[in-house]
């Protein structure tokens, strides 16, 4: 192990563990800081017993700061290889090809496309989420009126419609009912 320990460089990949887990051969643990050849802590059973009871966190690792290592949850992992993780990798779109569509609360953060030949009529109703927001692309020839529903939308220019083909506008409640839309608008 001190050879081990001596000849240590940067983890820049997770060794894969997998087949090792599978077939019950845990041959020992090493707990290194991220991008550094510093292990904190080596066990093998070939120094020490090692426990038999199950882990069930792994989030005390002593002598660690705040930022030298990340903990995703189950679900944020699948999210990430799904690549659905808003802000930080994709957007979700989603596609209406219709001449109406109300805006929902699981517009928020997502890429509106609006996808028609004639106008389309998008409804901003009441009771959306107090933080909502999204984006609104005009990607056929129909241009896109922003009507209020029980709401209020303002715009710096007075604009209401996506200025052409391939408008990109955006919308954000800013006070309870109460949105301001701005970008590619006439």
């Known amino acids: 192990m001190a050879d081990a320990q001596a000849n240590a460089g940067p983890i820049s990949t997770v060794p894969e563990f997998g087949n090792a887990f599978s077939t019950g051969n845990f041959i020992g643990s090493i707990i290194t800081k991220y991008n550094t050849a510093v292990f904190e802590s080596i066990l093998s059973p070939f120094v020490q017993v090692l426990g038999t009871t199950t882990p069930t966190t792994h989030n005390n690792l002593s002598g660690l700061n705040l930022g030298d290592y990340l903990h995703l949850t189950a679900a944020e992992y ?4 799904a690549g659905i993780v808003q ?9 209406q090809t219709g001449t109406t569509y109300t805006l929902v609360d699981a517009d928020h953060g997502k890429l509106v496309t609006l996808s028609n030949a004639s106008a389309i009529t998008l409804t901003v109703p009441t009771g959306l989420r107090a933080d909502f927001e ?3 692309m005009q990607l056929g020839a129909g241009a896109a009126t922003f009507t209020a529903s029980g709401t209020t939308i303002n715009n710096r220019q007075s604009f209401t419609v996506t200025a052409g083909q ?8 800013y006070t ?3 949105f301001v839309t701005t970008g ?3």
């Open 78 to 81: 699948a999210a990430l290889l």
């Open 87 to 95: 802000g930080d990798i994709t957007q979700e779109i989603n596609a």
């Open 134 to 136: 999204c984006a609104v």
């Open 184 to 186: 590619d608008m006439a």
């Open 176 to 178: 309870t009912s109460t």
């Open 166 to 173: 391939y408008a990109l506008a955006g919308i954000r409640q």
